[in-house]
């Protein structure tokens, strides 16, 4: 059974900086790729980064060069650092799991099978 777990939003001021974790349990080998996604009232869930097995990584434009995702596999823990914080990053930050997704699909919502509960973040 597979769990993740967000934690680390909150309330930041424009130009700073936070940093999600997301826990998992229940995952295998079979897991090739996890993700970060938000979604903002109103508004689609779109995708912000993720990465596979092997740490390759992929970004959404809007997040690139701000944005850092990284995982510890001897913690099972799926990491976001995210820097130079703007307004339109506030959103609903969720994370998400799945058996296999190819590396060009890597930020479609609809190609992920397990998703956590999200862990707000407000930027003003």
């Known amino acids: 059974h597979v769990q993740l777990v967000e934690s680390g939003g909150g309330s930041v001021q424009v130009g700073g900086s936070l940093r999600l974790s997301c826990e998992a349990s229940?995952?295998?080998?079979?897991?090739?790729?996890m993700g970060w996604f938000r979604q903002a009232p109103g508004k689609e869930r779109e995708g912000v980064a993720a990465?596979?097995?092997?740490?390759?990584?992929t970004y959404a434009d809007s997040v690139k060069g701000r944005f850092t995702i990284s995982k510890d596999n001897a913690k099972n823990t799926l990491y976001l650092q995210m820097s130079s914080l703007k307004p339109e990053d506030t959103a609903m930050y969720y994370c998400?799991?799945?058996?296999?997704?190819?590396?060009?699909?890597?930020?479609?919502?609809?190609?992920?099978?397990?998703w956590g509960q999200g862990t707000q973040v407000t930027v003003s």
């Open positions: 990465i596979g097995r092997i740490g390759d990584t």
């Open positions: 998400a799991t799945a058996i296999w997704v190819s590396p060009t699909r890597r930020l479609r919502a609809t190609d992920y099978d397990y």
């Open positions: 229940g995952l295998t080998d079979s897991h090739n790729c």
